[in-house]
């Protein structure tokens, strides 16, 4: 045919690679909004996603002052486009992840909530993450020092624990005022100073074993370390900043002493 040769075919919608789907960064994160409800002017719906895949919700019946709580784990499906929240009160919760900032709730069966009056469900990230204390259970601050901190994100990227290793952490001793802990194969050790809000690590060192997996988180987990200026615990959560306040690494309280 004269106009015969080779043609090259893409899914409608995209161009070049496939898509990436939507993901929940920056946490811990707060999303809320106000939903309706039969017998009252809104509910207002408040969840706390945390990055050890936990989370928190409260909702609060306007002019009844009633609120219920729930808590539990939460996951990703459906390649990323779907937020599931497996909580203590009946079946799972499903929202559609829009984008990193914006969650809309879905039926049961993981659908749009159909709707003659297009009533709005959908839930915003808040500016700011306010811890939230369920009734019942003593959720305060962990402590900074003689603290297990199980490390979860570096930056921006959550932290995978690559096979045959375990879990990066430290502890920060409040007597000798040293930190110790691991990378994840080698063990970290060093000194720090602790002002306020202010906190610095120095003399960092450890072990130097051949890891056969991982020692590029290990070498990011160190530089991080020695960038930390500031930190923050919000709950069981820290979080640690350098200078320009620029989060450098997130971990979780694990156990204290």
């Given at each position: 045919m004269a106009d015969g040769g080779t043609y090259e075919l893409e899914p409608v919608g995209q161009k070049g690679a496939v898509a990436k789907a939507p993901a929940i960064l920056g946490l811990p994160a707060k999303f809320a909004g106000t939903w309706p409800c039969a017998d009252?002017?809104?509910?207002?719906?408040?969840?706390?996603?945390?990055?050890?895949?936990?989370?928190?919700?409260?909702?609060t019946y306007q002019e009844r002052s009633t609120r219920?709580?729930?808590?539990?784990?939460?996951?990703?499906v459906n390649n990323g486009k779907t937020l599931v929240l497996h909580g203590q009160r009946?079946?799972?919760?499903?929202?559609?992840?829009h984008d990193a900032d914006a969650l809309r709730k879905?039926?049961?069966?993981?659908h749009e909530i159909q709707s003659r009056l297009n009533l709005n469900y959908d839930l915003k990230r808040a500016s700011k993450f306010v811890s939230m204390e369920l009734p019942g259970q003593?959720?305060?601050?962990a402590s900074l020092e003689n603290t297990h901190w199980k490390l979860i994100q570096l930056g921006d990227k959550p932290v995978t624990v690559a096979s045959k290793q375990r879990e990066p952490y430290f502890v920060l001793n409040a007597e000798t005022k040293r930190v110790t802990g691991l990378r994840g194969c080698n063990r970290l050790m060093g000194s720090y100073k602790l002002n306020g809000g202010q906190l610095s690590f120095s003399h960092l060192a450890g072990t130097m074993m051949a890891c056969i997996e991982g020692i590029d988180a290990e070498r990011e987990f160190l530089k991080s370390l020695i960038e930390v200026a500031n930190w923050k615990i919000t709950g069981q959560h820290l979080e640690l900043s350098d200078a320009n306040g620029?989060?450098?690494?997130?971990?979780?309280?694990?156990y204290t002493k």
């Open positions: 009252c002017s809104g509910i207002l719906y408040e969840l706390n996603l945390l990055p050890d895949h936990t989370f928190a919700s409260r909702m219920s709580y729930d808590h539990g784990s939460w996951e990703l009946g079946a799972p919760q499903k929202f559609a992840l879905l039926d049961v069966n993981g003593e959720i305060g601050n620029k989060v450098v690494a997130l971990f979780v309280a694990r």
